[in-house]
């Protein structure tokens, strides 16, 4: 699994027009599913996100997890992350798990968060979402299970 995550002031997903999910401070995550990832990527990567520090304290320190800054969280799937441009102009997403795997990996994912966050917003699997968002600091990192221990 991969994932882009950004801290931020606020976000939110539209989808024809109509906001769908919306967050206060916290992070975006934009969650890409691969082909061979199982249940056991998605416990390893909330796992890594759910205590990583990369929230100020009072000193400006990112010495503070979502839990510690009682932050909210936007998922939103993007099988983009997955993009291989190795060759062409044309990106190839066949390192992308199929949809059935993808959307199955995707709740699954969201179900974890929930289980440790009060609020927390989604995109639609497979919409075509618009997000906004204020990155915060600017902040964002990408995290990716094949080089998660």
């Not at 599913?33 to 909330?46: F, I, K, N, S």
């Not at 997403?93 to 990996?105: C, G, H, K, V, Y």
Request: hydrophobic content about 40%.
């Amino acid at each position: 699994m991969r994932a882009v995550v950004q801290r931020v002031t606020r976000a939110s997903v539209t989808i024809d027009g109509e906001v769908t999910g919306r967050i206060g401070a916290g992070y975006v995550v934009l969650l890409g599913v691969g082909q061979h990832d199982t249940r056991v990527q998605a416990d390893t990567l909330w796992g890594k996100l759910r205590g990583l520090r990369i929230n100020e304290d009072d000193a400006g320190k990112t010495n503070l997890s979502l839990a510690d800054v009682d932050g909210e969280v936007l998922v939103v799937s993007q099988f983009t992350l997955y993009a291989n441009c190795r060759r062409g102009r044309r990106p190839s997403f066949t390192d992308a798990a199929d949809p059935a795997l993808a959307n199955e990996l995707y709740e699954y994912f969201v179900g974890l968060v929930r289980a440790d966050v009060e609020h927390v917003a989604t995109g639609t699997f497979a919409a075509n979402m618009q997000v906004e968002l204020v990155n915060d600091g600017p902040f964002t990192i990408v995290l990716d299970t094949d080089q998660l221990a």
